[in-house]
T-cell receptor
Framework: KNEVEQSPQNLTAQEGEFITINCSYSVGISALHWLQQHPGGGIVSLFMLSSGKKKHGRLIATINIQEKHSSLHITASHPRDSAVYICAVRSEETSGSRLTFGEGTQLTVNP | EAQVTQNPRYLITVTGKKLTVTCSQNMNHEYMSWYRQDPGLGLRQIYYSMNVEVTDKGDVPEGYKVSRKEKRNFPLILESPSPNQTSLYFC?????????????FGDGTRLSIL
């Protein structure tokens, strides 16, 4: 079992829909990152969370430390949101600053 | 403009021919890291550096070397590349706190080892 599991692997939505992408992890963590990878390959950091909730525009990220679970929500989705969304965690159990990544969720938003 | 610059963006080479992928950042970040991305495996960390002359292994360091002689540069060295190192490589940097800070990524380097 991977340390970081994302679901779903693939998600297709219609423009305007509310989208949720989930990330579950199996170890204690000190931080969780959400990243967006554009179709051209570039990666952008969306959020870094250690507790609670963060919001940026139409994107909301939440984390529940007790349940070892995080969600990324997109409100009023748009075709330009089509990308791969990646969850990454820094484990408390590893030394230094190593990050472990989920395999990503491919999101396609159709007009 | 704040950025992480990787070079080259694309490279096709042959087994055993030493190569270096350069990474440079202009944000005065202490933390820099290299990742590789492979289909079905996602992103995996190769090496990281917390500051000048401080480097450490990630999850998949075999076959790679790094150095951090200057704060802005963190080159990835493949001394004797092999086909299983064909991959998409990303360099990233962040301020103090390493993986507890948002990371800035380069545009990626696509390496093909024949």
């Amino acid at each position: 079992k991977n340390e970081v599991e994302q679901s779903p692997q693939n998600l297709t939505a219609q423009e305007g829909e509310f989208i949720t992408i989930n990330c579950s992890y199996s170890v204690g963590i000190s931080a969780l990152h959400w990243l967006q990878q554009h179709p051209g390959g570039g990666i952008v950091s969306l959020f870094m969370l250690s507790s609670g909730k963060k919001k940026h525009g139409r994107l909301i990220a939440t984390i529940n430390i007790q349940e070892k679970h995080s969600s990324l929500h997109i409100t009023a989705s748009h075709p330009r949101d089509s990308a791969v969304y990646i969850c990454a965690v820094r484990s408390e159990e590893t030394s230094g600053s190593r990050l472990t990544f989920g395999e990503g969720t491919q999101l396609t938003v159709n007009p | 403009e704040a950025q992480v610059t990787q070079n080259p963006r694309y490279l096709i080479t042959v087994t055993g021919k030493k190569l270096t992928v350069t990474c440079s950042q202009n944000m005065n970040h202490e933390y820099m890291s290299w990742y590789r991305q492979d289909p079905g495996l996602g992103l995996r960390q190769i090496y990281y550096s917390m500051n000048v002359e401080v480097t450490d292994k990630g999850d998949v360091p075999e076959g790679y070397k790094v150095s951090r002689k200057e704060k802005r540069n963190f080159p990835l060295i493949l001394e004797s590349p092999s086909p299983n190192q064909t991959s998409l490589y990303f360099c990233a940097s962040s301020s103090l706190g390493g993986s507890n800070q948002p990371q800035h990524f380069g545009d990626g380097t696509r390496l093909s080892i024949l």
